[in-house]
């Protein structure tokens, strides 16, 4: 009589690979993103305030840091991040009031968002650098 052996189950692998969300999965991961850096902008430009409003030396040294392209860059980063979770957040009202919630417009809106934010960074971008 041959031997039964018992196989363990195998684990399960879940593949959370952004690449396998759809859109508005992703709208959503990029939203809490977006706040967490907003979250941290807000230090620096504390910083910036506070610095700006000590004496004109301390100004001006604010307005030349600001004026070096690496930090117009970061701005550039901390701008879109404003954009999006904006965006993202309009779009997540209208879900909370039952406004597109069938997927075809889901995916329709997901997509606005990251067309929309990225427009009006690349166009605010252009006019601040």
Do not use: A, D, E, I
């Given at each position: 009589m041959p031997e039964l052996t018992v196989r363990k189950p195998r684990p399960i692998w879940y593949n959370i690979n952004l690449l396998n969300l759809p859109v508005p999965g992703i709208v959503s991961i990029f939203h809490r993103i977006s706040g967490l850096l907003l979250t941290l902008a807000i230090i620096g430009l504390l910083y910036c305030l506070d610095g700006s409003l000590k004496s004109e030396v301390d100004f001006g040294q604010i307005?030349?840091?600001l004026s070096h392209p690496l930090v117009k860059l970061v701005a550039l980063g901390?701008?879109?991040s404003f954009l999006h979770h904006f965006c993202a957040g309009i779009r997540f009202l209208f879900l909370d009031l039952g406004k597109g919630i069938?997927?075809?417009s889901a995916r329709a809106t997901a997509y606005a968002v990251f067309i929309v934010?990225?427009?009006l960074t690349l166009i605010l971008g252009v006019k601040i650098w």
């Open positions: 307005r030349g840091g901390f701008m879109w069938n997927l075809s934010s990225g427009l």
